[in-house]
């Protein structure tokens, strides 16, 4: 009986774009690859849906330097609705605004809440409604009473594998202490961000991790946290190793260690930005095909559809797991890197 | 390089950068200060403690243990000496049962002896007492028959005579 309901249920979602599909004839051809770019990339207004020709957006606010040198305005506020005369969204650059100055288009210092910038600020907010509730409930008990159940006890159980599995394991018992705050705020940013990504309206939804941009930022601290605290053995492993010494003199092992300590982080950045765009793009990619499908006949859609549902359902649970493997393997090699550069001396 | 001309998601942004950075900056001074220091250290010091329990639950078992096997100890030397006291109080009793028998026995001779040397002197003086009273009555018989029979000297010759053979052929 269950199954015979799930069944419906998909029947119904399978044939919803039906209904559609009669008033949108006239539209124009899908630019699949277009959609997808434009949905992964960060905008000025947060877009919840289309009907009918209208949109539906929430305005965000925009804030931006003018380049132009003339005394005047220098800083503007506004929204995509009001954008003053000598600023337009430039077409070549994905949409970012741009100044007209003296017949020049000139990138003025956008400083605008963006749809990525917002959603950042929305998981900085639930990450502190999370642990700052958390630590009251640990403000309010001692270690002599049981230990939490429920909620706090889920986030307990997670920031202490973290803690003690990723963290003290691979930096060590006797360094792991001041790093263990900044992991754990990675992990969690991370993990956060990942998970909101998935939802798919507003709260939710940009496509924050999977911009270059924050892995960059990510990436670049855990580069500070490994070298401005790395020891003498460390720097040694990297300008004068244990290889044989026609190796140091024309320093060839040396310029390897040393592209070493920058492909690091590199890597870092590139697995997180690459895994969470990709996901993206391919659920972003299944939704399209929908559409796509649609656009061709009625057999074609009803087939792709069925086949899109399957495919995007696996695709969310799969990019649930990844959503957390992701945070976890950033996390995880922020730890070694960060251990490698305190390890003690070598037991030859 | 124009990065311009990449996709969006690969291209620079400085306005997310700096919202990045703030953002960033904002969560990670709240969390270490007041968010994961509270839940690590209430978990180090849950440990500690669990740790410290299980010490104490240790040693007082151990303690238990000693306890038991000093409460045996006790038991067992409390029997010993139970066991040695009967025996005393039954060497005692022995002692004292055989100290009065021997006394009862002693008492018992002497109470003999001292029947029997009365009725040694008893018999003595009632030997004594006999004697007189023979000799007495011998004399009184004597002199009876003296008185009587020594009229004539024939018959004190007799009487002379007889007496002489009764000693003669008393010796």
Redesign the interface.
């Known amino acids: 009986m269950k199954q015979l309901k799930s069944i419906c249920l998909l029947l119904m979602v399978a044939f919803l774009p039906l209904s559609l599909y009669a008033n949108e004839q006239e539209e124009e051809k899908l630019d699949i690859p277009e959609i997808v770019?434009?949905h992964?990339?960060?905008s000025y207004e947060w877009h919840i849906a289309s009907y009918q020709g209208k949109h539906i957006s929430i305005p965000l606010p925009i804030?931006i330097r003018s380049a132009s040198d003339n005394p005047g305005q220098k800083w503007f506020f506004c929204t995509a609705h009001s954008l003053p005369e000598q600023f337009f969204f430039s077409k070549?650059?994905?949409?970012?605004i741009y100044e007209r100055v003296g017949g020049e288009e000139v990138?003025p210092?956008?400083?605008?809440?963006?749809r990525?910038?917002l959603q950042?600020?929305i998981?900085?907010a639930l990450?502190?409604v999370v642990?700052?509730s958390?630590?009251n409930w640990?403000?309010k008990?001692?270690?002599?009473s049981n230990?939490p159940g429920g909620f706090v006890g889920a986030?307990?159980m997670l920031?202490?594998m973290i803690?003690d599995d990723v963290i003290k394991s691979s930096i060590g018992e006797k360094h792991y202490k001041p790093y263990?705050?900044?992991l754990?705020?990675v992990f969690?940013?991370i993990l956060f961000t990942n998970l909101v990504g998935l939802l798919p309206i507003f709260p939710g939804g940009a496509?924050v991790t999977?911009?270059?941009?924050?892995t960059?930022?990510?990436a670049f601290?855990t580069f500070l946290a490994i070298n401005l605290f790395g020891n003498k053995e460390y720097w040694k492993d990297i300008f004068w190793p244990d290889v044989p010494i026609f190796l140091k003199a024309i320093p060839v092992m040396p310029a390897i260690e040393l592209f070493g300590v920058f492909t690091k982080p590199f890597a870092l950045m590139i697995r997180l930005?690459a895994n969470m765009?990709a996901g993206h793009a391919v659920i972003l990619s299944f939704t399209c095909v929908i559409f796509l499908g649609w656009s061709m006949g009625v057999g074609y859609g009803l087939g792709l559809n069925l086949f899109s549902i399957l495919m995007l359902l696996f695709m969310n649970a799969l990019e649930l797991l990844v959503a957390f493997v992701q945070a976890y393997v950033f996390t995880m090699l922020s730890a070694v890197f960060i251990g490698l550069a305190h390890q003690d001396h070598h037991a030859e | 390089m124009d990065f311009s001309k990449l996709p969006a998601i690969l291209t620079p942004d400085l306005g997310l950068l700096f919202w990045m950075l703030l953002a960033f900056a904002v969560i990670f001074f709240c969390l270490a200060k007041y968010g994961f220091p509270a839940i690590t250290n209430m978990v180090e010091e849950r440990k500690k403690y669990i740790d410290e329990s299980l010490l104490k639950a240790h040693e007082a078992s151990e303690r238990l243990e000693n306890i038991k096997q000093e409460g045996e100890a006790i038991l067992q030397e409390a029997r010993d000496r139970q066991a040695q006291i009967l025996k005393e109080a039954a060497e005692t009793r022995d002692a004292i049962v055989e100290q009065a028998q021997q006394k009862a026995r002693a008492e018992g001779a002497r109470l003999l002896e001292d029947a029997r040397v009365a009725i040694d002197q008893e018999k003595k003086a009632a030997i004594a007492d006999i004697r007189q009273q023979v000799a007495a009555l011998s004399v009184g018989i004597a002199e009876k028959v003296l008185k009587q029979s020594l009229k004539d000297d024939k018959a004190q010759m007799d009487l002379i005579d007889r007496m002489l053979d009764d000693v003669s052929t008393d010796k």
């Open positions: 770019l434009e992964l990339a960060d804030i070549e650059h994905h949409g970012k990138r210092l956008d400083l605008s809440i963006t990525n910038v950042i600020w998981v900085v990450l502190l642990f700052l958390c630590a640990y403000k008990h001692d270690e002599k230990a986030v307990e920031v202490m803690h263990a705050p900044y754990l705020t969690f940013f496509n999977g911009n270059i941009n924050i960059f930022f990510l601290c930005f765009m």
